[in-house]
């Protein structure tokens, strides 16, 4: 949502494409060399941690707002508050993975 109200929709979806395809391409770029063994990096997504509830109800607007300018957002999941509070013993926590 701030990006979008900064930048408007069209700017921010542009800047995930971007984003994605930069992180996609130094992967590949990575692979292709065989450098993937020298350099710490995870491949798989994007992992967001909300500590707070502002901080969760925020993300949950930003992606209402991408979902709405048509970004797809189908392989966003939600990792529910309890599940984190088991995996990891911090209370109070939300999640999301894409």
Do not use: C
């Not at 949502?1 to 992967?27: G, H, P």
Request: charged share 25%; aromatic share 10%.
């Amino acid at each position: 949502m701030d990006r979008q109200a900064k930048y408007n929709t069209s700017e921010t979806v542009k800047s995930y494409i971007i984003e994605r395809y930069t992180a996609d391409s130094l992967v590949k770029f990575l692979k292709y060399r065989r450098l993937e063994n020298n350099v710490d990096l995870v491949e798989g997504g994007h992992l967001t941690l909300l500590r707070t509830l502002d901080e969760a109800r925020a993300a949950k607007a930003d992606f209402e707002a991408a979902s709405a300018a048509g970004l797809n957002l189908t392989a966003i999941r939600w990792i529910p508050n309890q599940i984190l509070v088991e995996v990891t013993l911090l209370p109070n926590q939300t999640l999301y993975f894409s």
